[in-house]
């Protein structure tokens, strides 16, 4: 088997597990109101018709609330402010850009932020554009190849897939992100601050809660998660990464400017700061992730997936 077919493999494999978050999730109520129905009208319902019930509430439930949740997201970011020659002018190059690779010139919705980043989602709702200030400040072929790498996601309908599963991974990641802080709590207070304290009056001899017992939660609310959080990790790993490299392949050949633009870009975006600014539910959908270390652990993946673009994008090997 040839590298284009393991390639492809394994983006179906992803693909198939990031599908499978919001039919995991949909059973908590489907499964027992299946129950409750049997019970009730005295049917038997098959497992059959349950998992199958359950796949079409789960997936079309993620793909009706994922446009929603991106286009109320996108409306409490903070606005570019720009006038109207500037917006002009990067509506038109976002223009050019989508003709050349062959899509609808996507609405472009720019924010004020430090991160250099532009994401694009898809749905039903239409196709958005979110860009940051800071990455329209870059050099014109730096900028241009970003936008260019977002466009591509627009054409393989990779962004429509990832929008329409947002929810559920958004579920998992503030489940599991939850888990672990709860794992790693402890006192923010040592043995002779408490001293201290009891002696003024106003520390309590114990911890209401002791931190064993945090982590005892913390241990739980992973194991109810398990069956989603590992589905949710390979589709990170083998869909959303694959992707991203996808994109960077179909860039690339658009011409040597193209790839230096989007080798400085992606070196640009990983080590300027403001990461903090660019919101978490759009790294997905962006042309370079920005999760921070913890959230980076909770998906199973690092800024090594950065690093590794920027080498082949480097190096000029084929992608």
Do not use: C
């Amino acid at each position: 088997m040839n590298s284009g077919a393991i390639d492809r493999a394994s983006t179906a494999v992803g693909a198939l597990a990031l599908a499978t978050v919001p039919v995991v999730l949909a059973t908590i109520p489907v499964v027992p109101l299946a129950w409750l129905l049997g019970v009730a009208v005295g049917l038997d319902v098959g497992g059959g018709v349950v998992g199958l019930a359950t796949a079409l509430v789960g997936l079309a439930t993620s793909a009706a609330l994922g446009p929603v949740l991106v286009d109320r997201r996108i409306a409490r970011l903070p606005a570019a402010d720009l006038d109207d020659r500037p917006a002009a002018f990067i509506e038109s190059r976002v223009d050019a850009v989508a003709e050349s690779v062959g899509v609808d010139p996507p609405p472009v919705t720019a924010v004020r932020a430090e991160a250099a980043n532009v994401a694009v989602a898809d749905g039903y709702r239409g196709s958005r554009l979110v860009v940051s200030t800071r990455l329209l400040s870059l050099p014109a072929a730096d900028r241009d190849a970003a936008l260019r790498h977002a466009v591509v996601r627009l054409r393989t309908r990779e962004a429509a897939f990832t929008t329409a599963l947002l929810p559920g991974l958004v579920v998992v990641e503030w489940v599991t992100l939850l888990a672990t802080l709860l794992v790693g709590r402890r006192s923010d207070r040592s043995p002779a601050d408490r001293r201290v304290n009891r002696i003024h009056g106003y520390e309590p001899d114990r911890e209401r809660i002791p931190a064993p017992a945090y982590a005892a939660a913390g241990l739980l609310v992973w194991i109810v998660a398990l069956p989603a959080w590992i589905p949710a990790v390979v589709g990170d790993r083998l869909f959303v990464a694959d992707r991203r490299r996808a994109a960077d392949a179909a860039v690339a050949r658009a011409g040597e400017t193209e790839r230096d633009g989007l080798a400085n870009a992606v070196a640009f975006a990983g080590e300027a700061a403001g990461a903090a600014d660019w919101p978490p539910l759009f790294d997905r959908l962006s042309f370079v992730s920005m999760a921070d270390d913890e959230t980076g652990r909770v998906r199973g993946t690092s800024r090594q997936e950065a690093r590794v673009r920027l080498a082949r994008l480097r190096s000029k090997r084929a992608l």
